[in-house]
């Protein structure tokens, strides 16, 4: 086909481009001296559309029938567009023009793909062809005749003679994009340091626990024994700009538990109000908020890397990667009964930086 | 040259023919290429599926283009999608409703986009499998395994930037997480995050940023490196199987004209079918039902696009307390440890062809592929690191596993712990002896035929089964690999023994010490009339 049959008898040996590589017995084959010998091609085995008239016919037929039934997919598709319009509100017309625009292209893609190999492989010349192949180095003239232009090149030019000319572009070279490097300082706000705002959050004395998302605040009495409660600084949903962003610090879990059940340092015994403690949701491995409250274990459960705080002792790390646990939000109650922070969290919430400590 | 003699008379094509190539040169284009020889074999097509799923990403890709918006302002949804309707979202997020719920086949096109997406990272890892495993990395093809590695790498980077486009809740906490890792690099993190996100996490950058890493500069660069790669796999003809009449000299298969261009051609519309049947049958990242972005609100089960799970899993199984402050910083061992572990993982992937070559001292060209067996250690490595890889990536949903199969979270990641550690030594043991074993048997069927099934009661009373030899074009399959010793100990111009020497020497043992010689002709004879 492609070639002769002659490359077929030859059979040297694996390693027969190595002719350079004398040095090292180091791994290379030991290529038995009595190696059984390539047998050449085995002979051709005609297919059944090569013999038979009729699977030859059938064949041509399917193809050109997968071919049409392509066209129809494809027509079909279009139809679909127009037949299964999207209904504003309402969800069922979109599943209706997903599935059916859908159906009619992959069956045009599937008809035309499947048609086209079924050809190649039962009705397309079978017998396989040979190319030869050769070393991908250049060859040895070739090679000699690229150093020479590098020489040649070096000579004119004189790049390795004038040293100071090709020292100092090198030089030009390397630092010209240095310029490009500072630009990118620009990708985030000159007046702010990460790390002050890292370690502040929108919470302060007096600042009332609200319910996220509606933001109303939340009475003590309100929080019955056991329940758990997403919260947020109050005043946050009215925020202008950076709600996202206050709101990834001061996230809050709000529990109440029974007050014997709570085990607490004596110098945190204030932070608490008959049995209700606030912990940062945000946990101090990477930063997934800390969803899921177990009432009976008084556990809390980060869904992305499973990290475990017992919310009963001082939110402590008792599985998983985090390292400390959640930071805690002195809470106390004001005049009107309703759950306010003493102060800020007394440590950055979220997961830990570089600068934290 | 003389246009008018060359000009023949061939109607419209030939004219239409003689000017393009009078123009262009096309004839020497189509005489090299046109009847090029490609070998055949299923385990080719993996790299093909990669390269025709990123076609169709690029085609659906674009059409996204049209309707998505990178943009983080906060509007009020109000699209055809009823539950969150007047909701506050983002634009980027609102647009990516608008193209699944107001654009007709915007749907469609979004999950032919993913769908596609999640096959072109999958087949890269298959394609890179089967070149890893068959030895097709060797000389001369090193380098174009190291682009495919750079391909594989963008292709997760691609797919990540692309999965936190839509900004809905679930990529979202994706961010959230590679900020938090970010975080934890010593020195630089806290600064990079900040770069990255424009300010405090969220921001309002990012999803622009990612935009144009995800539909400008990344796909260059992919295209760039395809075309780099597929350039190389000219240049280097493609490898081959053993068979009988298969030298290292030479290529056998079909022509690109026409087998190939019907062949191929045909498998990428088939690909292409495949994805969209699964875009029009199986929803893929509902992010209607996952909501806007919102660092508070978290669903239980949360699970990354499968490509990211090895890295999620390794965040999951690193042990508790890993960090300390030190020196008044904080070192945040429970992220350095999975950063640097994969990073040594995949740096070990990169550089594999390499180590290879230098442990062997290889340096001759390979063409004829390695059947896995013939090269047990290489073979049971790769296990090994298929068992790490599978490992953290099982961990990635450690908590499915718990509630589905009704197990305590602690001990699904105890568990997988023990396979992160100790499942690569196992499997590089087993590995290795099912390889030497396979050897065995192959010798087995070389020399004394395989087992025919058929059994013959001998006239003294004794059953037997016949064993039928193999014919010569099957026999070459079983004996035609190239028998390797471990490279010895050799004192240099000094006659000194360099340390690195006798490390190199020391791999090379632990690589060939274990090894099934291919058979002889000598023996092939001895067993002559032993075949029954």
Known sequence: MASDETSGKDLTPADSSSVEHVTAAAGTAVVARDAVANPGFPPHRPRVTDLDPRAEKRAERTVYTLFYLSIVGSVFAIAAYMIFPIVPEDPGSVRLNNLFIGIGLALALLALGIGAVHWGKALMHDEEGIDERHPVRGSDETRARAVEIFQEANTESGFGRRTLIRNSLIGALVVFPLPAVVLFRGLAPQDQDPVALLKQTMWEKGTRLALDPSGSPIKASDVTLGSSFAVIPEGLQDLEHGRLEEKAKSAVILVRMKPEDLIQSPERESWSYDGIVAYSKICTHVGCPVGLYEQQTHHLLCPCHQSQFDVADHAKVIFGPAKRPLPQLPIAVDEEGYLIAQSDFLEPVGPSFWERQ | ?532
């Open chain 2, 1 to 532: 040259m003389k246009p008018a003699e060359t000009k023949k008379s061939g109607g419209f094509t030939g004219a239409a023919a003689n000017y393009l190539d009078e123009r262009t040169s096309i004839s020497t284009a189509v005489k090299e290429l046109g009847r090029k020889i490609f070998p055949d074999h299923w385990s080719f097509l993996l790299g093909e599926v990669a390269l025709y799923s990123f076609v169709i990403i690029l085609l659906s890709g674009s059409f996204l283009t049209f309707f998505f918006q990178a943009s983080m302002a906060e509007v009020h949804y109000d699209g055809s999608y009823v539950p969150l309707k007047g909701v506050e979202m983002s634009v980027a997020m609102a647009s990516s409703l608008d193209i699944s719920f107001d654009v007709r086949g915007g749907l469609l096109m979004r999950q032919v986009h993913h769908w596609a997406a999640l096959l072109f990272v999958a087949s890269i890892g298959l394609h890179m499998l089967r070149i890893y495993f068959t030895g097709a990395f060797r000389k001369p093809r090193e380098l174009n395994w190291v682009i495919g590695f750079v391909l594989f790498i963008l292709a997760m980077a691609e797919g990540f930037t692309g999965y936190s486009l839509p900004d809905d809740l679930l990529s979202g906490n994706g961010l959230r997480i590679i900020d938090g890792m970010v975080k934890g690099i010593p020195v630089v993190g806290t600064w990079i995050s900040f770069l990255l996100f424009g300010g405090e996490f969220p921001g309002t950058d990012i999803v622009g940023r990612l935009y144009s890493l995800h539909i400008l500069l990344l796909p260059a660069i992919i295209v760039a490196l395809i075309a780099l790669h597929l350039l190389f796999v000219v240049v280097h003809k493609h490898t081959q199987y053993p068979g009988a009449g298969r030298t290292n000299n030479n290529v056998v298969g079909y022509p690109v004209l026409p087998v190939y261009a019907a062949k191929a051609g045909g498998f990428f519309f088939i690909v292409f079918g495949v994805v969209m049947l699964l875009a029009s049958f199986f929803t893929i990242n509902p992010i209607w039902n996952y909501g806007p972005y919102d660092p508070s609100p978290v669903s239980a089960g949360t699970q990354p696009d499968w490509y990211i799970g090895f890295a999620d899993g390794a965040l999951r199984l690193i042990p508790p307390g890993l960090e300390w402050v030190w020196l008044g910083h904080t070192w945040s061992f429970n992220i350095l440890i999975p950063l640097v572990g994969l990073g040594l993982f995949i740096g070990v992937v990169l550089l594999y062809p390499f180590l290879e070559a230098w442990v062997t001292g290889d340096k001759r060209e390979h063409h004829i592929l390695d059947r896995p067996r013939n090269a047990p250690t290489r073979t049971a490595i790769g296990a090994a690191g298929v068992t790490f890889y599978a490992g953290l990536w099982a961990a990635a949903s450690s908590d499915i596993i718990a509630t589905h199969f009704k197990l305590t979270m602690e001990g699904v990641i105890h568990t997988l712990q023990a396979v992160v550690i100790l499942g690569p030594f196992i499997a590089f043991y087993i590995t290795k002896r099912v390889c030497l074993a396979l050897q065995k048997k192959d010798r087995e069927i070389v020399l004394h035929g395989y087992e025919s099934g058929r059994i013959v009661r001998l006239p003294g009373g004794e059953y037997i089964e016949v064993h039928q030899p193999v014919d010569e074009y099957e026999r070459w399959k079983l004996v035609s690999y190239a028998d390797y010793k471990p490279l010895e100990l050799t004192p240099n111009a000094q006659g000194k023994v360099s340390p690195i020497q006798r490390v190199r020497a020391g791999l090379s043992r632990w690589f060939f010490e274990d090894r099934i010689a291919p058979v002889g002709t000598k023996e092939l004879e001895e067993s002559h009339g032993d075949h029954h």
